[in-house]
């Protein structure tokens, strides 16, 4: 089992940043593919951006292209969300999410279902 515990979320103003983080309790985290989520108000869950588990191959949602940018450290055993210039629309809450992955050269996972383990979320909110 493992377990996900997301941190950074808060409350800020269009054009600012946010790093939110991603504390897994997985003993070897590198065999885990994961990626970040996120639900806004009335709408579905839907991916934001994804990273194989050795990071060397990373997939974004074109909302958050150029804009958001994930990454890993499996020394310690968490994954970021780098977020810059957000808007409004970015608000949500976000969820981290993993599985793990076998394949030989390591993949990320786009759709929901692949995933097994989630967090509990963190709130990100953007005022205009």
């Known amino acids: 089992q493992v377990q996900l515990v997301e941190s950074g979320g808060g409350l800020v103003q269009a054009g600012d940043s946010l790093r939110l983080s991603c504390a897994a309790s997985?003993?070897?985290?590198?065999?885990?593919?994961t990626g970040w989520f996120r639900q806004a108000p009335g709408k579905e869950r839907e991916l934001v951006a994804a990273i194989t588990r050795s990071g060397g191959s990373t997939y974004y949602d074109n909302s958050v292209k150029g804009r958001f940018t994930i990454a890993r450290d499996n020394a310690k055993n968490t994954v970021y969300l780098q977020m810059i210039s957000l808007k409004p629309e970015d608000t949500a809450v976000y969820y981290c999410?993993?599985?793990?992955?076998?394949?030989?050269?390591?993949?990320?996972?786009?759709?929901?279902?692949?995933?097994?383990?989630w967090g509990q979320g963190t709130q990100v909110t953007v005022s205009s």
């Open positions: 997985a003993r070897t985290f590198s065999n885990y593919a």
């Open positions: 999410a993993a599985r793990r992955d076998t394949t030989y050269s390591g993949r990320y996972y786009v759709a929901e279902y692949y995933y097994e383990y």
